[in-house]
């Protein structure tokens, strides 16, 4: 088992839309990001970096390195900022206790990314980096993508957008026609790589869960 979290194929860095991600959580804000009103962020924010199998499976919880805040006290601004939780209720951890968004994401995923990763700061350092390097919100914006409540974007133009930036295909995640998540994929040498599609992914085509015009919803204000 513990020569599984060596042999992983490639790396998903996963985005959340926040108006999505927030919509089935609104009733429990404050505890989480969802209410934070005109300063909510139109922006896309992190989900987790995770080491995946060419044949769309993926390890989890590789080891029993628990998650210390301490460790990224450094980061802690760029993390509250750009990782936000949206999550209503404690998120389990690997040994089943509740934790944070940014423990479960470490513990599940970042443990088993060794040794290209190898430890919880250079998880979250090389996760930030990777989200401020491939600015999948400026991207859009700059291809008029911008967020809106009444207007819906062609599915095509906006995988386009992503690839003419950063030359491989995301993925993208849908939730009742919003997109909910935007994944890009690396090699494990983190140069750009094409996400899976139908053929090398088992549970779900690629972009499958998306129809062919999608939103980008703003946060309504309470
Ligand atoms: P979590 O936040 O618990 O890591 O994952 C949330 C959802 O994202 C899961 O229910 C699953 O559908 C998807 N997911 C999580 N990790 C992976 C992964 O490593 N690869 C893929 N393809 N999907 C994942
Ligand atoms: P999924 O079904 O893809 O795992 O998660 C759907 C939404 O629920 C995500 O936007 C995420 O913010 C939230 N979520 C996923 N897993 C957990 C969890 O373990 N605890 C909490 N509180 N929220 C979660």
């Given at each position: 088992a513990e020569e599984k979290s060596t042999d992983f194929g490639y790396f998903v860095l996963s985005h959340l839309w926040p108006a999505t991600s927030c919509?089935?959580?609104?009733?429990?804000?404050?505890?989480?990001?969802?209410?934070?009103g005109s300063n909510a962020p139109t922006e896309f924010t992190i989900h987790g970096l995770w080491p995946n199998y060419n044949d769309g499976t993926w390890?989890?919880?590789?080891?029993?390195?628990?998650?210390?805040?301490?460790?990224?006290s450094t980061l802690l601004?760029?993390?509250?900022?750009?990782?936000?939780?949206?999550g209503c209720f404690p998120?389990?951890?690997?040994?089943?206790?509740?934790?944070?968004?940014?423990?479960?994401?470490?513990?599940?995923?970042?443990t088993c990314s060794s040794p290209v990763v190898w430890d919880e700061y250079n998880y979250f350092l090389t996760t930030l980096n990777l989200y401020f390097k491939y600015n999948v919100?400026?991207?859009?914006?700059?291809?008029?993508?911008v967020a809106s409540n009444t207007e819906k974007y062609p599915l095509g133009g906006i995988i386009s957008?992503?690839?003419?930036s950063f030359?491989?295909?995301?993925?993208?995640?849908?939730?009742?026609?919003?997109?909910?998540?935007?994944r890009l994929c690396f090699y494990k040498d983190f140069k750009p790589r094409d996400c899976p599609t139908e053929s090398t992914q088992n549970d779900r085509v690629s972009s499958g869960s998306c129809p062919d015009y999608v939103s980008l919803p703003l946060y309504v204000p309470l």
């Open positions: 919509r089935q959580s609104r009733h429990c804000c404050p505890t989480n990001a969802c209410c934070r390890p989890a919880c590789c080891t029993k390195k628990s998650f210390d805040e301490k460790e990224v601004g760029a993390l509250e900022k750009y990782w936000p939780t949206y998120y389990i951890t690997c040994d089943g206790s509740n934790g944070s968004f940014w423990a479960h994401e470490w513990e599940k995923h970042g919100t400026r991207i859009l914006n700059e291809e008029g993508y957008a992503i690839q003419n030359h491989a295909t995301p993925w993208l995640v849908c939730n009742h026609g919003a997109i909910d998540e935007l």
